[in-house]
C-alpha cells in the first residue's frame, strides 16, 4: 500500500510518517512547509519514503501524486482556533476549499481506494449535562476552526463516491506528546514546559473538560483505519482517545504536581475559551480494537526528560507554535 499523507511535516504527520514506514508501507509525503521540513530529515533517505512539496488547493500538482496513491491520509490544515482565528481567510481556503478539491480529487483517482479525514473533538464544543458526549451527539462548534471540520466532515459522510472509494472522519482528541515537529502550543506540552523550567503555572478556566490523546496514538489510530475492512469504516466517524483520559486543567496540575511537586500554580478566571466536553471512546475499540498506548502523565514525563536533557535549547521559540 502506497500512502499518500498531506501535512507531513506537522506535528502528528511527522509521527504517522514514521509509524507507516516501520510498518512496511510506502509513503509519499506532501506538505508546502510552512513550519519547515526538518521534522523530515530523519526518514528522507528511506527507500519506502518520498517527498513532494505541495499545496493541497493546488490541482495540477496534486493530481499526478493521488494517481500514484493507494490511500490518502489528509492532515493538513491550518490547525487550532488560534491559528484559524488569525487567518480566516486562509483557513477557509484550506481547511474547507482544499479538502474538497483533495476529495473530488481522490473521487476521480480510480486508484484511490481509501480517504481518512483529521477531525477533531473540538466540533462538540460545549457540552449540556454531565453525560459524555458519543459520536451520535450533536455537534456545537464555538470556533473557525471547528466550523470547518464540522463543514467537511458532514461533506465527506453525506456525499456518494465511488462505489470502492471507502471515506472515514476521526475526530481527534486534544493531542500532546513527543514529535520531530514538537509543539508547546498545547495544554499538556505548555504546561509541563513552563513546570518543568521552574515557572509558575497559570491556568485560566481550570474547570473545563477536554480528552488528551498522545501524538503517537492519534497516528496509530489513522493506521488502524487503513487496515480495517472498509465494512467496519466506510462513511464512519469515530472519536479518537480514551474515555479515561477525560481531564480539567486542574487534574492536569494536579498530574504535574505528581512529577514537579515543588511546581507553584495559580488559577484564574477568565472563560473566553468556552469549549467543555468529556468524550467516549468506545466506539473505536469496540469495532477496531483500538487502544491507547500512553496516557497524559507519560506524555509529561517525556516532555520533563528532553527539557531536562537540554535537547531543546529555546522551547520559547516562536517555531514551536502554529501562531
Known amino acids: 500500500m502506497k500512502v499518500l499523507v498531506t501535512g507531513a511535516a506537522g506535528y502528528i504527520g511527522s509521527v504517522l510518517v514514521r509509524q507507516l514506514l516501520k510498518q512496511g508501507k510506502e509513503v509519499l509525503a506532501v506538505d508546502k512547509l510552512m513550519f519547515g521540513g526538518e521534522s523530515l530529515i530523519g526518514v528522507y533517505n528511506d527507500p519506502l519514503f518520498s517527498f513532494v512539496k505541495a499545496d493541497i488547493t493546488d490541482v495540477q500538482s496534486m493530481k499526478p501524486l493521488l494517481e500514484a496513491a493507494d490511500a490518502v491520509v489528509h492532515l493538513a490544515a491550518i490547525v487550532g482556533d488560534p491559528a484559524c482565528a488569525q487567518q480566516p481567510e486562509l483557513a477557509n481556503t484550506i481547511n474547507w476549499e482544499g479538502s474538497k478539491k483533495l476529495l473530488e480529487l481522490c473521487s476521480q483517482t480510480p486508484g484511490v481506494k481509501r480517504f481518512i479525514f483529521a477531525s477533531t473533538c473540538s466540533n462538540y464544543g460545549k457540552m449540556e449535562g454531565d453525560d459524555f458526549i458519543t459520536e451520535e451527539s450533536p455537534m456545537r462548534p464555538v470556533s473557525l476552526y471547528a466550523e ?115 511546581m507553584k500554580v495559580k488559577y484564574v478566571q477568565k472563560n473566553e475559551d468556552p469549549r467543555d466536553y468529556r468524550v467516549a471512546f468506545e466506539k473505536i475499540k469496540n469495532t477496531l480494537g483500538f487502544q491507547i498506548s500512553k496516557k497524559v502523565p507519560d506524555g509529561m514525563r517525556e516532555i520533563i526528560s528532553i527539557l531536562g536533557d537540554g535537547i531543546i535549547a529555546d522551547p520559547d521559540s516562536p517555531k514551536y507554535k502554529n501562531t
Request: hydrophobic share 40%; glycine share 4%; aromatic share 10%.
Open 148 to 262: 470547518l471540520k464540522v463543514k467537511f466532515e458532514n461533506h465527506l459522510l453525506n456525499t456518494e463516491f465511488r462505489d470502492d472509494l471507502c471515506v472515514t472522519a476521526l475526530r481527534f482528541a486534544t493531542v500532546y506528546g513527543l514529535s520531530p515537529r514538537i509543539r508547546f502550543d498545547l495544554t499538556v506540552n505548555e504546561f509541563t514546559r513552563d513546570v518543568a523550567l521552574g515557572r509558575e503555572l497559570v491556568i485560566f478556566g481550570e474547570q473545563f473538560w477536554r480528552p488528551y490523546c498522545h501524538v503517537e496514538d492519534l497516528a496509530r489510530a489513522c493506521i488502524h483505519v487503513l487496515d480495517a475492512e472498509p465494512s467496519q469504516v466506510n462513511k464512519n466517524v469515530f472519536n479518537v482517545g480514551d474515555t479515561q483520559e477525560n481531564y480539567q486543567k486542574k487534574m492536569l496540575a494536579e498530574e504535574l504536581a505528581k512529577l514537579i511537586p515543588s
